[in-house]
């Protein structure tokens, strides 16, 4: 069986299995999960191992999932499936990844199989809280694998609607957040992104008249379509990123949320918007990538620089970690903005190292709020004494997210930097890339400060009997997370072989792109030059 | 590294990189070992809980590397020629080309290094062995000990830039997990925090530098076929410099070479703790004093200026660099002399000192002596790490007291301490021609001799002065500590052998260690400047060390003076310091520091926290409340008055329909005008 099928279905199947269970068979939920997720985990390391060698067996197959027409050896969507579901409409089933897709499920199957861990501790409403959590990720799995226009948004509402009842349902307010407001926040901007991109899409299949997203690939639109719906389609996703000024959305849902959704919120649902950028924005409308991407350089800036200075401001170490995201998300996006090979190589790998990280710090948090019930760094202390391994995770977790070396962070923000450093010609004199660099000073501030006040100094009377992780089941995710930042950090190029083999079309795109803007501004120039001065605009041109 | 620029270093001649035999693997050995060791101490519990299988596993790897190192050191091809055993493997790619890579470089000045990091380390794991003794977690102490070694090793052997802030950082962090390791007191976790957000500062700088330096080079290299992505390579730039010369590679506009040779430069400000970047290295005495001893005295502190030597073309040729360098250094120089002419805490004292002495290497780097400032580097390594063994002896004699009036008399009661720290004293004040004589005055005869500096009269004057100033510390100090009657209350007690012998050890290295500078002429006829210098030279572009004997005389004659001013103040001084009312305000400004700290701490708790409360204040009322709320709001509001538009009535629909349709044609003109304007 196609393994990617596979990695959609065992949560889909597991999710439906769990509505025939009797609610209180608490273990037997807590397996199913745990064996549906582990199986999608599985299918994705093996299809991650054998990514390089995949080939299709059937010529027929292959060429559905060429996107390079002519080239048919190229097959650059791998472990594909296609079942035709609408023909009038043109609607498909098809499944298939390249490697930045591949990056971004296997990151998933990760966080979910460590979040369903985690959420043992879940006591109330266990059945319907995993129901949930399955549909979610089913849904997230869906996107990163549909290469069809209507599946891709079918999985995405998917996503959004089971996040609503969970963060509603089994979050919680605290003195910084109310569960409610968080809530309907965060569904609305969501939605609200999802609608505009929406109106892009739709846009999308009109001028084309297909939803066939490997075929939309090479559709070619016109430079004005282009021009026009390339900010519709990005704002959409850049609120799902969240790209500043879209983002307050994101630090209140993680406040209100339980840990693990927000994991997968900040793990994998923000990488979403980013995902959505890469594969839609970028990749259909690279002429006019070329002409907005600068501006999200700017943009990106505010991210990187108000995103931290907010969080030192915070002392919710929820709202810490969630402005942090919005932060780090800023080194994502100015990744993609520098439109260089390094820069969205690195970005695609710090969407899979932050998505780690983050799930990371968040379980931690959620493991000591179940016993003290506060976030806030002034209640809190010293508690590395009575739990030394959460302790010793969640300075791990600050040191990946400091972008220190060793862990994956690291590799993959100083390839943003240098890929925007690269890109400085078109990148405002390289003045972005100089604030992500100080980005990584005030990274330091806030996370050394939440290390130093919740961990270190005196334990308070009142935290004498917080527990630790001691079983083998409650240590396994975070031993996890810590293992895969470890692994990709110390050895990064098995990820980023597989994520280069997606990258590359891309930027060979955007550069197609750019040649194309410039041959447009070359030959509008011409046509403005009377006759005889022809000759020598033109080397004024190439000149350049 | 690819064939076709093997042969392109080959076609320039010298020197010869060899990437197979003993030494290229040993490299890797050495690098590993400690790593090994703190991974396993780390993770594995039946090791860590056992602290004395932990302390052996650690100290055997040093111990391995050192033996190792002295074997790559007599190991006859490095010594016949200037060859380079450097083993490269592609760590990140891009596709096909490499973009990082990772190996070890072993040439002449990397064996040094390492034999300095492996030999004074091994002496103080072993120490530690004694002074830790009782502490319950030990094993955790040895574990982030042996982890510094393998990032100190790795700035040591790194081949590329890259991989030199790899280890760069990683030495922040051991550093900072080592300053915080008594976690539970406040101020151990702030001065780890300082020390780390410090460094970060520093980092800023140096990320910068040598991306500038990448992009240059990168650029220029891509003339010679080259892959631009070895531009992080020592060798790729150094070749790049010489052939193209500084002017051509940095192309861009006047200053750039400058530029980003002073943000290379930030890097070993904040590591090498240099004004103004100095601030964390006192706080982080925090410490226990076996990590105060080998890292923020003898080697972590040492690798700014060590990493300035690696990528020395850089500096030489670039502008206003060197004068900035060599400025930076004198003024750390004379501000942390004054500093530790106020100090009563043992540990601060030789603190502020090592401050002083990273100050003359710094203006050895400005002004182009680059093997004086590695020689002063190897002598401060041995007599400082002995200085600092000789405190924690004493602080553990004496039960944990670390304040000098507190102390006194300990001549008779701790022999042994007292004997090798009167020997690291000698080396440090250079009253004698022993280890630091040698190498300090190097460094004051290179200031006479540099034209690279503008000013540099008074910073030789100044590093007069500061010799001057150095002796009258050091043996303030010694009077305090070891003269006159015992103050303190606890019973003090000489420390157990296994402490000592490093003591003895350390002090014979202290005494021999500067005749390896020991000019040629002095003794007879020679050809190079000293031995040490021959055994550098290819290392280093700019002029070879001098000794001026005339100034040394100075020099010594200025450093006697500040002993004869200490014996006379504090020989029978007891515990009272009679210089506070001598010096007035200048002491009070001393005292405080300058009122550096006090600048920086109010930079941070209310400009960077005022600018954060802004920020905080802008998201929460103006973009939440205002913007979004206020968003919602109007949609209800509204939705109230939508309501009503279905009322039946023709006419509104009428209304609305032709709304709809006229932004509809809006946005197809849009289309249908940028199709015109775009062409296309």
């Known amino acids: 069986m196609n393994p990617l099928l596979l990695c959609l279905l065992a949560p889909a199947a597991a999710t439906i299995a769990l509505f025939f ?119 997230v799995f869906g996107v990163f694998a549909s290469l069809d226009l209507f599946f891709y948004y ?99 849902g993680h406040a ?48 990187i620089i108000y995103g931290g200075l907010v969080a030192v401001a915070q002392r919710d170490m929820k709202l810490i970690i969630g402005y942090s995201s919005s932060s780090h998300m800023g080194y994502v996006l100015l990744g993609v903005a520098s439109a260089s090979l390094i820069g969205i190589n690195g970005a695609v790998f710090l969407m899979f190292a932050h998505g780690i990280m983050t799930a990371l710090a968040f379980a931690l948090i959620g493991w000591f709020y179940d016993q003290t019930h506060t976030r806030m760094l002034d209640d809190l202390g010293g508690m590395m004494k009575v739990m030394p391994f959460a302790g010793t995770m969640f300075v791990i977790a600050s040191m990946a997210s400091a972008g220190l070396p060793g862990f994956a962070n690291f590799v993959s923000e100083l390839m943003v930097i240098i890929g925007a450093w690269d890109a400085r010609n078109v990148l405002w004199f390289g003045v972005p890339a100089i604030l992500a660099v100080w980005g990584l000073v005030i990274t330091g501030v806030y996370l050394l400060r939440a290390v130093k006040d919740a961990w270190f100094g005196e334990l308070p009377e009142r935290w004498k009997n917080l527990k630790d992780q001691r079983t083998f089941a409650e240590r396994t995710p975070y031993v996890i997370l810590t293992g895969v930042l470890l692994i990709f950090g110390f050895w990064p190029q098995p990820m980023l072989n597989v994520v280069h083999q997606g990258v590359e079309p891309l930027v060979k795109r955007l550069d197609a792109g750019r040649e194309a803007n410039e041959r447009g501004t070359r030959n509008a120039r011409l046509e403005r030059i009377d006759e005889p001065a022809t000759q020598g605009a033109l080397t004024d041109g190439e000149g350049r | 590294m690819d064939g076709a620029f093997l042969t392109f270093l080959a076609a320039k001649g010298e020197p010869t990189l060899i990437n197979t035999g003993f030494a290229s693997w040993a490299a890797w050995v050495i690098l590993f070992a400690p790593l090994l060791v703190a991974f396993l101490v780390t993770a594995v519990p039946a ?114 830039f890259f991989q030199t802030f790899i280890f760069w950082e990683l030495v922040g962090v051991s550093s900072y997990l080592l300053i915080g390791y008594y976690w539970r007191k406040h101020s151990a976790g702030e001065a780890a925090k300082k020390a780390f957000m410090t460094n970060r500062v520093g980092d800023f700088g140096f990320l910068l530098g040598i991306l500038m330096v990448w992009a240059a080079v990168g650029d220029a290299t891509g003339a010679f076929g080259q892959d631009v992505y070895s531009a992080f390579d020592f060798t790729v ?99 942390a002399a004054s500093m530790a002419i106020t100090q009563n805490d043992i ?36 007599f400082k790490a002995l200085l600092f063994l000789c405190a924690g002896s004493v602080i553990h004699g004496c039960h944990h007291e670390q304040d000098m009036r507190h102390m006194g008399g ?17 080396a440090l004040t250079a009253l004698l021609p022993i280890a630091g004589w040698w190498s300090k005055d190097e460094i004051l005869g290179a200031t006479r001799i540099t034209d690279m500096v503008w000013g540099s009269e008074i910073l030789l004057a100044l590093g007069v002065l500061v010799a001057g100033m150095t002796a009258f510390y050091m043996w303030r100090a010694t009077y305090m500590t070891f003269g006159g009657e015992y103050r303190g209350h606890a019973k003090p007690h000489e420390s157990p052998k296994v ?182």
């Open chain 1, 21 to 139: 269970i009797d609610e209180n068979a608490k273990k037997a939920i807590r397996a199913i999960s745990t064996v549906a997720t582990g199986l999608s985990l599985a299918m994705a390391l093996l299809m991650f191992i054998g990514f390089g060698d995949y080939t299709y067996e059937h010529a027929a197959t292959a060429e559905a999932f060429t996107a390079n027409a002519g080239a048919a050896d190229e097959h650059v969507y791998k472990y594909g499936i296609a079942v035709d579901w609408v023909e009038e409409l043109g609607l498909s089933f098809r499944l298939g990844v390249d490697g930045m897709g591949l990056a971004m499920v296997l990151l998933t199957a990760f966080i979910i199989f460590c979040g369903v861990m985690v959420s043992y501790g879940i006591k109330t409403r266990v059945k319907e809280y995993y129901i949930c959590l399955l549909a979610l990720v089913t849904g």
């Open chain 1, 154 to 252: 079918f999985f995405y509402e998917l996503a959004v609607i089971p996040m609503f009842l969970l963060i509603g349902v089994w979050g919680s307010t605290t003195k910084t957040v109310d569960q409610n407001y968080a809530t309907m926040k965060l569904v609305l901007l969501l939605s609200a992104g999802a609608v505009f991109a929406l109106i892009g899409l739709i846009a999308v299949y009109g001028e084309a008249g297909t939803f066939n997203m490997v075929a939309l690939e090479e559709h070619g639109f016109s430079s004005s379509f282009q021009m026009i719906w390339f900010p519709v389609v990005f704002l959409g996703f850049a609120a799902l990123v969240p790209m500043w000024p879209l983002h307050s959305w994101s630090p209140a």
């Open chain 1, 256 to 303: 209100a949320a339980p840990a693990a959704v927000s994991m997968l919120h900040a793990g994998v649902l923000m990488k979403l918007g980013a995902f959505g950028i890469l594969r839609i924005a970028c990749t259909y409308f690279p002429q006019a990538a070329d002409t907005y991407l600068p501006y999200v350089g700017i943009l990106c800036c505010f991210n």
């Open chain 2, 47 to 160: 090791i860590r809980k056992a602290n004395g299988l932990a302390a052996a596993l650690s100290i055997s790897s040093v111990g391995l590397g050192l033996v190792l190192t002295l074997f790559v050191y007599f190991f006859p091809m490095l010594q016949a020629g200037d060859n380079v055993y450097e083993h490269i493997v592609s760590w990140v790619a891009i596709g096909d080309s490499p973009l990082i890579t990772f190996g070890t470089r072993m040439d002449a000045l990397a064996v040094t290094m390492t034999l300095v990091v492996t030999g004074v380390g091994f002496a103080i794991f072993v120490y530690a062995l004694g002074y830790m003794k009782g502490d319950e977690s030990m094993g955790r102490f040895y574990g982030k000990f042996a982890l510094f070694v393998f990032s100190m090793l790795g700035i040591v052997m790194s081949p590329n």
């Open chain 2, 237 to 335: 730039i150094e070749r790049a410099v010489q052939t193209l010369g500084a002017s051509t590679l940095f192309w861009d506009s006047i200053g750039y070479a400058a530029i980003a040779a002073a943000l290379v430069f930030c890097g070993a400000m904040g590591k090498s703790a240099q004004f103004p970047l100095h601030v964390w290295l006192p706080d982080a005495m925090e410490g226990p004093t076996p990590v105060s001893a080998l890292m923020h005295a003898a080697t972590m502190v040492a690798a700014g200026v060590y990493m300035i030597i690696r990528c020395n073309f850089i500096i030489a040729y670039a502008e206003w660099a060197p004068t900035l360098i060599c400025w930076l250094g004198g003024i750390t120089a004379f501000i």
């Open chain 2, 347 to 382: 540990k601060k004292v030789l603190a502020y000192s090592t401050l002083s002495q990273l100050g003359y290497m710094t203006m050895a780097l400005g002004a182009g002596a680059y093997t004086a400032a590695m020689f002063h580097l190897t002598t401060h390594a041995f």
């Open chain 2, 410 to 426: 300990l001549k008779s009661k701790m022999p042994t301490t007292y004997k090798t720290w009167f020997v690291g004293t000698i």
């Open chain 2, 499 to 680: 402490m000592t012998m490093p003591l003895v050890a350390l002090a014979f290295f202290s005494l021999f260690i500067g005749f390896i500078g020991i000019p040629d002429g002095t003794f007879g006829a020679g050809t190079k400047t000293n031995w040490f210098e021959g055994w550098l030279h290819h290392w280093h572009v700019g002029p070879y060390a001098k000794m001026v004997w005339p100034l040394a005389i100075i020099a010594t004659g200025v450093a006697l003076v500040g002993f004869l001013i200490a014996r006379k103040i504090y020989r029978n001084a007891g515990g009272n310091d009679p210089l506070p009312a001598k010096l007035g305000g200048i002491w009070r400004l001393w005292d405080n520091l300058y009122y550096v700290d006090n600048f920086y701490l109010w930079l941070v708790k209310k400009v960077q926290q005022g600018v954060a409360k802004v920020f905080w204040f802008f998201e929460r009322w103006i973009l939440i409340q205002a913007v979004i709320n206020g968003l919602s709001q109007t949609v209800r509001i509204s939705g109230d008055r939508v309501r009503r538009v279905q009322s039946g009535r023709l006419g509104n629909y009428v209304t609305s329909f032709l709304l709809g349709a006229a932004v509809v044609g809006l946005l197809v003109l849009l289309q249908v005008g940028l199709a015109s304007a775009g062409g296309k």
